[in-house]
């Protein structure tokens, strides 16, 4: 017995079957478009996570800039404050 309850010599004849059906080129073809897909899904896939990781990396400085601006506003409101006029 072999995967399933499928035979090799069963999995042989489904493969003969297959390629008498459709013939090598049009199999070729297909094999070569189902490649094409799976590394265009993958591509984009990666392409997502660059931009999620870049957009993590754009907001952490942003919240790194915001107390050293906030801070900065603060000194330069509390000066003005002091001055006599």
Do not use: R, Y
């Not at 080129?25 to 189902?34: P, Q, T």
């Not at 996570?49 to 409101?77: G, S």
């Amino acid at each position: 017995m072999g995967l399933g309850g499928i035979s090799i010599w069963q999995l042989l004849i489904i493969l003969v079957i297959v390629l008498l059906l459709f013939g090598t080129k049009k199999l070729k073809g297909i094999g070569s478009d189902l490649g094409g897909a799976v590394k265009g899904f993958k591509d984009s896939m990666s392409d997502e996570d660059k931009a999620k990781a870049e957009q993590a990396d754009t907001q952490e400085k942003v919240a790194e800039e915001a107390p050293a601006a906030a801070t900065t506003e603060t000194a330069e409101e509390s000066q003005k404050q002091e001055t006599p006029k």
